[in-house]
C-alpha cells in the first residue's frame, strides 16, 4: 500500500542537538510538507517543497531546516536554534505542486513523530 | 488575512446521534477551499471531506456531510449516527486562491469529539 512513513515515532534529544526526523513516500507525490502540531493548536506549516531540489518556507521555519534531493524523501532537521522543539510533527504530501493542485486534492499525512527535547 | 476559527474545545454525543462541529472562516479572496481532518489518538490526520466556494451542493462522503453557508463564512461538519470510533479531534482547514497564486492551507485548533456508549 502506498502512504507516508515518518520514523521514528517518538524521539528524545538532549537540548543544544541537532535531530533529523524522517518522512518517505511512495505516493509519487511532488509536494511534501512538514508541520508542527502543539497541544490544543492546530498544525502550523514549517516548509514545503513543490519539486525536488526545491523548498519553500512556511509560517515557523526558523530553527529548522529540510533537503529533498530525492521525490520520495523530504527530511526535517530541528537546529538548536529553535527555542520550543517540543512538539509533535507531522509530515505531508500532495499529488501535485501545492495542496490544491487539483484545487480539492487533500493532504496526506504521515503518522508523526513526537520529539521530546530536555 | 485568512483566518480558520474553531470555537468549540470540546463536545460529547451519544452513540449513534447525530453532531454538528463548527467552523467559520475569514478570506477575501472568492476561490478557496475548506477540508476537514480527523486525527485520532495516535496521530494521524484522515481527510474526510471538501467543499469548494463555487460547489454549488454541499459536500457529502457517508456519514460526513458539511453544511456549507457561504455569506455566514461558516463550514460546519456533520456526523450522523455516531459511532465510538468517531472519537477524535477533528481540524477544519482552508486553502485558497488569490491571482493566479495559492495560498498555504491553514487549520483551526480543532474540536475534540467524544462519543458516549
Known amino acids: 500500500d502506498g502512504g507516508i512513513t515518518q520514523s521514528p515515532k517518538y524521539l528524545f534529544r538532549k537540548e543544544g542537538q541537532n535531530v533529523t526526523l524522517s518522512c518517505e513516500q511512495n505516493?509519487?507525490?511532488?509536494?511534501m510538507y512538514w508541520y508542527r502540531q502543539d497541544p490544543g493548536q492546530g498544525l502550523r506549516l514549517i516548509y514545503y517543497?513543490?519539486?525536488?531540489?526545491?523548498?519553500q518556507k512556511g509560517d515557523i521555519a526558523e530553527g529548522y531546516s529540510v533537503s529533498r534531493e530525492k521525490k520520495e524523501s523530504f527530511p526535517l532537521t530541528v537546529t538548536s536554534a529553535q527555542k520550543n522543539p517540543t512538539a509533535f510533527y507531522l509530515c505531508?504530501?500532495?499529488?501535485?505542486?501545492?495542496?490544491?493542485?487539483?484545487?480539492?486534492?487533500?493532504?496526506?499525512f504521515g503518522n508523526g513523530t513526537r520529539l521530546t527535547v530536555t | 488575512a485568512q483566518k480558520i476559527t474553531q470555537t468549540q474545545p470540546g463536545m460529547f454525543v451519544q452513540e449513534k446521534e447525530a453532531v454538528t462541529l463548527d467552523c467559520t472562516y475569514d478570506?477575501?479572496?472568492?476561490?478557496?477551499?475548506l477540508f476537514w481532518y480527523k486525527q485520532p489518538s495516535s496521530g494521524e490526520m484522515i481527510f474526510l471531506i471538501y467543499q469548494g466556494s463555487y460547489d454549488q451542493q454541499n459536500a457529502t462522503e457517508g456519514r460526513y456531510s458539511l453544511n456549507f453557508q457561504k455569506a455566514r463564512k461558516s463550514a460546519n461538519l456533520v456526523i450522523s449516527a455516531s459511532q465510538l470510533g468517531d472519537s477524535a479531534m477533528y481540524f477544519c482547514?482552508?486553502?485558497?486562491?488569490?491571482?493566479?497564486?495559492?495560498?498555504?492551507?491553514?487549520f483551526g485548533k480543532g474540536t475534540k469529539l467524544s462519543v458516549k456508549p
Open positions: 517543497s513543490q519539486i525536488v531540489n526545491d523548498f
Open positions: 505516493l509519487n507525490h511532488d509536494a
Open positions: 478570506t477575501s479572496d472568492p476561490s478557496y477551499g
Open positions: 482547514a482552508m486553502v485558497w486562491w488569490y491571482g493566479g497564486s495559492q495560498g498555504n492551507l491553514i
Open positions: 505531508a504530501s500532495s499529488i501535485g505542486r501545492g495542496p490544491w493542485s487539483s484545487y480539492n486534492s487533500p493532504l496526506h
